[in-house]
């Protein structure tokens, strides 16, 4: 009597909120509703046609359509990160940018003699011994300091040799003895420029203090190179042991070197200029540097209203083993870049008037997903020992200094020092010349990682350069300029200027555009979304909602289905066990016969929490209950609500 | 319920419909194109069907003049040009130097001896005597200098001067100890006998030394003689000889009431008609040119493959040093060519594939550096007027032409020159022409290099050449063949041809320009260059001496005649430029969509319901008709005829009933045709 009114309940209940829908009982009973329902097109087309020819065209189309648009927003979504670049030109008050000045001879010969005698007397003997070459009416100084004699040593460690091809034997400098070369030659099929007759090439031979059979021998195509090499070798060497005020002091003064200065067609003079210690171009002098807040700038473009500056370069104090050119070196760059003077300088010719028209340009990268490129430089790896903003050539040059501390305990004298380091002199490290010129070559042929870890900047800036170049000064005008210009020049020099020693510098803005290059991301989200948009559309008129509608029913109802399907299978291996120990077979035939294996009809409870969560109803409970809720009347299935009278209706006809 | 899939084995492959009108019914309550289902649905109320069959064709309209906009847009092809930078390690550009020296080849020398003879004749008589004298005296100097099979026997004779000369020595010796002994006669009346013998003695020597004095001069005479037999021999087999019809001329015309006058000369077709005379405002192009039109004509009679390996200069002649990234370069590195103007050319990292010329960072110490001779002895004078070391910066595999991008390198000056690279990338196809490597490019390529637009120019007008006047412009190769070299031995009226067909190709009426398409692909290097004197006046000596020593560099201590070169990379970050289409297929497709969607909602699918329903519709129509012809033939059935009629009343019972004889399933039909009902009525 308990029994009866519940199951009068469930009974009604069945009867007025039926389960029906998407909890189909089967999964193509799911796909059939799904077809019949969906707003996708060519879905609906697969059911309702008529013929197997038909609906398999229309299984092929919509799958294609399907395949369509993956491929399409795959491409699509493969384009996002690209970038479009739009070019400005604009026209404005320029900022003048930085212009620094060398002397291509970093320090006054006369000046240095003190240092450099016992390296030049060694040189002349090279010269002497291996070309003949002897120098007459320069006399040797026998003037050695005793603060350089202990450097002769080290002329007799590092020699430059003559070596003969063949036989692997070196005429040394000093000892005039042949010795066997040991180790590995480098560059041995070396010269292309290698006259016939003499077969022999000037080099030296570097090896490791600790392990003398460690040796390189350094050749060269010309004698030219292999002296200058040399030369430079032991130079930096002395002027490492050189502290910094004395090598400014040796260097040229801001007054030494500019004669005259005009900018924007008012006169300028030193104080305009920054004094700057290169390592291996001595004092260069920025002009406009930034260094009082202010930056100039030019009202107009033109030669007349840019920079023009006659430097004086003093041919006769030259030393003629660093360098065999004569001029000066400048560089155009930004207030906040360092000067690579020794890398990208341009030269400049005496006795001419170059002029130097400028264009400037300023680029920006988008940078991570699109590109990769760093905005200031934090995020890699290598300290930025120059003080100045990030760029490349800052990054390389880092870390190499940071490769030669690291492995040969001293830093490189043409960098700037790292913290706690000093440069390699050999007297403190005999070994470091080894050391960098296998430091070196590893870097060349990037074993290093600094290639690899170094990114490009940005943004940057640049000044496209044009240099013409003229006689200066004129036949006419010469005689009155340099002696204006000896006048200018004062007491202080008791010679007559040479126009040889001259040089006439313009820099100048050739017009006051600005052209600025900016990368902007092509795409948006909101156009990638549109045109997702636009293929879903235009293959299956698909929308999110859609696309949601997919999800739903392909993963969640089917998912379920199959779930379903498996609970009643393992549901029944369960009730036949319980038949088995129990007897209660008849029963279970019943309910099977009631609706083959439709897990609706099976069910005799309507899906409750405890269905949902799978747990094993207790079968024979002869309390009555009061009935859960039942979700799914929620569920909206009119399609198949009134289907199911028609094909009743059908099967009666 | 009956399960659709039990019975699905018995459905027909295809099944029709039975009518027209079930058809349209059945399309109209499944199709998915928007508003279609409301014009079908509201068939009831006149003003709704009107006027959703208006808004049906308005949109329609606006779709397809939306469409027809964007597939104008589409086929028009617009690109965007994108600019990227890249900064990738990448191989340095191959370098060509030339020495401006071209070679006085033995086969033609003579040739170019009478022709510098007839320039300064032509100088003198347009400018009188004085303005040509130092040409003769150059001349001369160049005729001996470089005359070497003259210069070789002349050598000999001078050697033989050399003897006349001792020979002549000894005499005065003899005279003067003959002059002591006269002194002595006088002192000494007794010696004079002796002092006779010696001097007979001395006579004797002296005869014996006139014998061997008029010896030599027959050796000169005869050597002499045999030069001339030679180059005679030489003259007759080549059978070409300088022109004299082509002479400079001072051609004066009458300009705005003033006299105006330009040096130029005349040329003329075959016939001799057609004549024009091809001048100058400057006495100096004129010349110029004249003179290389004659060179051009001595030049072809070279054979096509010169052996060079003979002329061989090597490379240490004109590069005394060469570092790339502070190592030496290496031998195999270069490529050797001569060119008829810039004389010998090598040009460094051609192939571009050695590791060795990997830049892998920007700066002087770590590009190319050069000590180039610039040497001005042995220039022909009139060829070009410039000194120095011609220098040029190309891609690899590229042949290098000079005289178009090649700059020039001041003797005594260190030139430092920046590159910075940029690329340009043509996206080809319907997007423009061009070509990567020559693929398709109508004009065979007569150089066996990577194509260029230069290289198709000149093979496109070597063709015309070859067509229009028979003979190959010898600046540029020949195609295999027959082809010759012009000249005006063989071609007497080529000059007139050249230039008619020249001025054609500048003023574009030639199909060269349209027949080259652009590479694809092309690299550009941007060039700026900053100079210092070089070497040194403190530096000289020794570098002088060095090179002296080791080079073999032979030559008064002047450094006018060495050069300094720093080829480098200004920054390794390349600017590219890419072509890219405005308007993707993805894109267009992607707006086709959002269009088809905004208008109809409704995608390709839908496009196919309505190809689906007008082959279903035509197929009914055949059906149809051949039912009619069958009807015609039988009495008709009047069954079916019936319920055709009946349809419109009740569409189901009548649509079910419909057989019209075939072959399908009506439980399926109908169960498809019940849910189509369910879906109308919501």
């Known amino acids: 009597a308990a029994?009866?009114?519940?199951?009068?309940i469930t009974a009604r209940l069945k009867r007025t909120l039926p389960v029906r829908g998407p909890q189909a009982p089967t999964l193509s009973e799911l796909m059939r509703w799904y077809c019949l329902n969906t707003n996708t097109h060519g879905c609906r087309r697969i059911v309702v046609s008529r013929g197997r020819l038909r609906r398999l065209l229309w299984i092929l189309l919509t799958l294609s359509a399907v395949g369509l648009i993956l491929w399409q927003c795959a491409e699509l979504l493969m384009n996002y990160y690209s970038a479009s670049v739009s070019v400005t030109v604009q026209f404005q008050k320029l900022p003048f940018p930085a212009v620094t000045i060398c002397n291509i001879n970093p320090y006054k010969y006369s000046a240095m003699k003190e240092y450099l005698s016992e390296l030049d007397k060694e040189t002349k003997k090279a010269l002497e011994t291996f070309y003949g070459f002897s120098e007459g009416k320069s006399k040797v100084?026998?003037?050695?300091?005793?603060?350089?004699?202990?450097?002769?040593d080290f002329f007799q460690q590092i020699p430059l040799l003559k070596v003969e091809d063949f036989s692997r034997t070196a005429t040394d400098l000093h000892s005039g003895q042949k010795r066997k070369i040991e180790g590995s030659v480098f560059h041995k099929d070396s010269s292309i420029v290698n006259s016939g007759d003499s077969n022999d090439i000037i080099g030296f031979q570097l090896c490791d203090a600790n392990n003398s059979s460690e040796c390189a021998l350094y050749t060269f195509s010309s004698g030219v190179n292999a002296i200058q090499e040399w030369y430079k070798l032991h130079y930096m060497n002395i002027m490492a042991q050189i502290p910094l005020e004395t090598k400014e002091q040796l260097s040229y003064s801001a007054e030494d070197l500019i004669l005259t200065c005009f900018f924007d067609g008012l006169s300028c003079d030193k104080r305009h200029f920054t004094r700057f210690h290169h390592p291996l171009h001595g004092n260069c002098y920025t002009f406009n540097s930034g260094e009082n807040g202010t930056i100039l700038s030019t009202s107009t473009g033109g030669s007349e209203y840019g920079l023009q500056v006659v430097l004086y370069i003093d041919e006769a104090d030259y030393n003629p083993f660093l360098v065999t050119s004569t001029g000066a070196k400048i560089i155009v760059h930004d207030q906040n870049e360092y000067p690579f003077i020794e890398d990208i300088g341009t030269e400049i010719e005496t006795a001419a008037a170059t002029s130097i028209g400028m264009h400037f340009t300023q680029s920006r990268k988008l940078s991570k997903p699109y590109s990769d490129c760093t905005e200031t430089g934090d995020d890699i790896p290598v300290e930025n020992l120059y003080n100045k903003s990030y760029s490349l050539q800052?990054?390389?040059?880092?870390?190499?200094?940071?490769?030669?501390?690291?492995?040969?305990?001293?830093?490189?004298?043409?960098?700037?020092?790292?913290?706690?380091?000093?440069?390699?002199?050999?007297?403190?490290?005999?070994?470091?010349?080894?050391?960098?010129?296998?430091?070196?070559?590893?870097?060349v042929k990037e074993q290093l990682g600094c290639q690899q870890i170094c990114k490009d900047a940005c943004s940057f800036k640049e000044w496209a350069l044009t240099t013409s170049i003229a006689q200066w000064p004129s036949i006419v005008s010469e005689d009155w300029m340099l002696r204006v210009l000896s006048w200018d020049k004062g007491q202080k020099l008791n010679k007559k200027l040479n126009k040889t020693d001259?040089?006439?510098?313009?820099?100048?803005?050739?017009?006051?555009?600005?052209?600025?290059?900016?990368?902007?991301?092509a795409n948006t989200l909101v156009i990638l979304l549109s045109n997702f948009g636009g293929q879903l559309g235009l293959w299956m008129s698909c929308s999110v909602v859609c696309v949601i509608e997919i999800v739903e029913v392909f993963f969640i109802d089917s998912l379920s289905i199959v779930m379903r399907r498996q609970w009643q299978k393992a549901k029944k291996w369960w009730n036949g066990r319980q038949r088995r120990s129990s007897g209660k077979a008849p029963q279970a035939r019943d309910l099977e016969r009631q609706g083959h294996d439709n897990p609706v009809c099976i069910d005799e409870e309507l899906p409750t929490f405890t269905t949902a969560l799978r747990l094993p109803l207790p079968q024979d409970s002869p309390l009555p209950r009061t009935p859960p809720p039942n979700y799914s009347t929620l569920r909206l299935d009119t399609a198949f609500a009134e289907q199911l009278p028609d094909t009743l209706e059908l099967g009666q006809h | 319920m009956e399960p659709p899939r039990g019975e699905a084995r018995q459905e027909g492959l295809i099944e029709f419909y039975g009518s027209f009108r079930e058809m349209f019914e059945f399309f109209c309550k499944n199709t998915t194109i928007h508003g279609t289902i409301r014009l079908v649905c509201s068939s009831s109320n006149r003003m709704k069907t009107a006027f959703w069959t208006l808004l049906l064709l308005a949109s329609f309209g606006m779709l397809y003049w939306q469409f027809g906009l964007m597939f104008r847009q589409f086929w028009a092809y617009p690109v965007v040009l994108t600019m990227s930078m890249h900064s990738e390690p990448k191989m340095f550009p191959a370098v060509t130097v030339c020495n401006l020296h071209p070679y006085r080849f033995e086969l033609v020398s003579e040739h170019l001896e009478q022709l510098d003879q007839m320039a300064a004749e032509s100088i003198t008589f347009l400018y009188g005597i004085n303005a040509s004298a130092w040409l003769f005296r150059v001349n001369a100097s160049k005729i001996h200098g470089n005359n070497r099979k003259i210069h070789g026997n002349n050598e000999k004779t001078r050697n033989k001067d050399g003897k006349i000369h001792e020979n002549d020595r000894k005499i005065h010796e003899n005279d003067r100890k003959i002059r002591i002994k006269d002194r002595k006669i006088r002192v000494n009346?007794?010696?004079?006998?002796?002092?006779?013998?010696?001097?007979q003695e001395s006579d004797r020597k002296i005869q014996e030394s006139d014998r061997k004095i008029q010896d030599s001069d027959r050796k000169i005479q005869e050597s002499d003689r045999k030069i001339h037999a030679q180059t005679l021999a030489k003259l007759n087999s080549s059978g070409f000889k300088l022109s004299h019809n082509f002479s400079l001329l001072r051609v004066s015309d009458l300009r705005a009431g003033r006299k105006h006058s330009s040096v130029g000369f005349r040329l003329c077709n075959s016939t001799g008609g057609n004549c024009f005379y091809k001048t100058f405002s400057s006495g100096m192009d004129a010349i110029l040119e004249w003179y290389r039109f004659h060179y051009m004509n001595i030049m072809s009679q070279l054979p096509a493959i010169i052996n060079i390996s003979q002329h061989e200069e090597p490379i240490e002649d004109v590069v005394y040093s060469c570092q790339y990234n502070g190592e030496p370069c290496r031998p195999s590195d270069y490529d050797h060519f001569h060119h008829p103007v810039f004389g010998s050319c090598y040009t460094l990292n051609s192939k571009g594939t050695d590791p060795f010329w990997t830049a892998t960072k920007p700066g002087i110490p770590y590009g190319l550096s050069l000590i180039l001779r610039a040497e001005q002895k042995e220039?022909?004078?009139?060829?070009?007027?410039?000194?120095?070391?011609?220098?040029?910066?190309?891609?690899?595999?590229?042949?290098?032409?000079?005289?178009?991008?090649?700059?020039?390198?001041?003797?005594?000056?260190?030139?430092?020159?920046?590159?910075?690279?940029?690329?340009?990338?043509?996206?080809?196809?319907?997007?423009?022409?061009?070509?990567?490597?020559?693929?398709?490019?109508?004009?065979?390529l007569l150089y066996n290099s990577s194509y260029t637009l230069q290289a198709c120019l000149h093979s496109c007008f070597q063709r015309w050449m070859l067509r229009e006047c028979g003979c190959g412009y010898s600046r540029y190769p020949l195609p295999a063949g027959r082809a010759r070299h012009c000249d005006y031995g063989a071609h007497p009226a080529w000059g007139h041809c050249f230039y008619q067909l020249y001025r054609r190709l500048r003023s574009h009426r030639l199909d060269c320009f349209q027949q080259c398409p652009k590479p694809c692909r092309e690299s550009l290097y941007k060039v700026s260059a900053g100079t210092a004197k070089w070497p040194s006046a403190k530096s000289q000596d020794w570098v002088l001496q060095a090179l002296r020593h080791q080079n073999g560099y032979n030559s008064s201590s002047s450094r006018k005649e060495l050069a300094k070169v720093s080829i480098f990379y200004r920054q390794?970050?390349?600017?590219?430029?890419?072509?890219?289409?405005?308007?993707?297929?993805?894109?267009?497709?992607?707006?086709?969509?959002?269009?088809?969607?905004?208008?109809?909602?409704?995608?390709?699918?839908s496009v196919l319901e309505v190809l689906e329903l007008l082959a279903d519709a035509l197929v009914l129509a055949l059906l149809c008709c051949f039912r009619r012809l069958r009807a015609t033939g039988r009495p008709p059935a009047p069954e079916s005829s019936g319920e055709r009629q009946e349809e419109p009343r009740e569409g189901q019972q009548g649509a079910q009933g419909s057989g019209m004889g075939l072959p399908r399933h009506p439980e399926l039909e109908l169960e498809g045709f019940g849910s189509s009902r369910e879906l109308g009525r919501e």
């Not at chain 1, 305990?409 to 960098?436: D, F, I, S, T, V």
């Not at chain 1, 100048?508 to 600005?514: P, Q, V």
């Not at chain 2, 009346?189 to 010696?198: F, G, H, L, T, V």
Request: proline share 5%; with cysteine; glycine share 8%.
């Open chain 1, 3 to 8: 029994t009866a009114p519940g199951k009068k």
């Open chain 1, 141 to 152: 100084r026998r003037s050695v300091d005793d603060w350089n004699s202990t450097g002769s």
């Open chain 1, 394 to 443: 800052i990054c390389l040059h880092s870390c190499f200094q940071k490769a030669m501390v690291d492995s040969c305990g001293c830093a490189q004298y043409a960098q700037p020092l790292p913290a706690g380091a000093e440069y390699c002199n050999y007297k403190k490290n005999p070994n470091w010349m080894y050391c960098y010129y296998r430091l070196h070559e590893k870097f």
């Open chain 1, 502 to 521: 001259l040089a006439n510098l313009m820099v100048f803005y050739k017009d006051l555009n600005e052209r600025f290059i900016s990368e902007n991301p």
């Open chain 2, 189 to 199: 009346a007794r010696k004079i006998r002796r002092s006779d013998r010696k001097i």
């Open chain 2, 379 to 444: 220039h022909i004078p009139l060829l070009s007027t410039a000194a120095g070391v011609k220098v040029m910066i190309h891609s690899h595999n590229q042949t290098p032409f000079l005289e178009h991008e090649g700059f020039h390198i001041r003797p005594g000056i260190a030139t430092t020159i920046g590159i910075q690279q940029d690329e340009v990338n043509r996206l080809g196809g319907n997007y423009g022409k061009c070509t990567t490597n020559g693929a398709g490019v109508a004009v065979e």
């Open chain 2, 572 to 605: 390794l970050r390349s600017q590219a430029l890419h072509e890219a289409p405005l308007l993707s297929e993805n894109l267009l497709l992607s707006s086709m969509g959002s269009q088809w969607s905004l208008w109809f909602g409704s995608s390709v699918l």
